[in-house]
């Protein structure tokens, strides 16, 4: 056997800088968010799915008419985070929360900020909590998180 | 509108493209073989691991052998000189290139050793090179010997006639 050698570490970065096409409807999506509005869009029947999808999940039937929802909405499951990760929209702990806007039939995924997860429960008010209008660009986060109703 | 479509009073107008960037972060550990084969280019030297079983020389080894499934325990330095099993000519410019292109990247198989890898060649027309060439590597000044492959400068033909295609046909 040789004799030890010092093992040698190295960090290394994959990054790849992707762009992509919206789309109309996730495009609306993103330019409403900018405008601090959300929308869903109408499937078959008449449900509201939130964030809007080009086609009906259920049936795939094709989607069609915009609808303001919420800003303020129901969890319908969360999970808290207690060590956020440097990707995380959050850099304190959070949980990240299913929330059924106000007007929608489905539920929507993001950060919920309510510092511990004694205050957060599954049907729990919350409420949209937006970056400022100058700050936003029409990204998901330009909706900085949501927040406990009775908080805002 | 369109059904679809959401009209905004932003001067900006509909927002059409998303910047999606994908970052991953990775602590790469080399771990004890890798570890001694890095030391020796910081030595200027190709440090294989032969297999006790089927006697197979593994350049850059990971430590055991793939086929016996048994851990290398024996360095062998090797020497300079290899030959090239095979190629390709780039002529492709892409983001983050450092080299001008037309340049040759091979498969290169050490004298001695079992394992092909690909290094660079230089100092050789694009137009001359081919399988079976005789090639040695070239390394950076002393001072700028560092554990990685980066110490290879790159490798150069020889100028021997070339290897036998029996002695590298194994390695395509």
Known sequence: MAEPTQVFTSPHVLEYPYSRSTGPVIGSFLTALRDGVLIGIRGTGGIVIVPPTEYDPYTSEET?????VGPGGVVTSWAWVADP???????????????????????????????????????????????????????????????????? | MSDQTYVTKDPRGPVTQLATPMRLDYL?????SLSRNLRGYQR?????????VC?????PSRGSCPVDGVALTEEVPLKNTGTVTTYCVVNVPFAGQSIKIPYICAQILLDGANLS????????????????????????????LVPSLAS?????????????YETYREYL
Not at chain 2, 44 to 52: L, N
């Open chain 1, 64 to 68: 069609s008419g915009i609808v303001e």
């Open chain 1, 85 to 152: 990760l440097p990707q995380h929209p959050l850099q304190h702990p959070f949980a990240w929360a299913l929330v059924q806007l106000d007007g929608a039939d489905t539920a929507m995924l993001h950060a919920l900020d309510a510092g511990s997860p004694e205050a957060v429960s599954t049907g729990m008010r919350v409420t949209a909590s937006w970056k400022p209008a100058e700050e936003r660009v029409g990204n998901i986060f330009d909706l900085r998180a949501f927040v406990p109703e009775e908080a805002k």
């Open chain 2, 28 to 32: 790469f550990t080399a771990g004890l």
């Open chain 2, 44 to 52: 200027a030297e190709f440090v294989g691991q032969k297999c006790p």
């Open chain 2, 55 to 59: 006697g197979k020389v593994y350049v």
């Open chain 2, 117 to 144: 890898f690909m290094g660079l060649i230089q100092e050789c027309d694009v137009e001359d090179i081919h399988m079976g060439m005789r090639v040695e590597a070239l390394w950076v000044d002393e001072a700028d």
């Open chain 2, 152 to 164: 290879v400068k790159y490798f150069r033909p020889t100028g021997e006639p070339d290897a036998d």
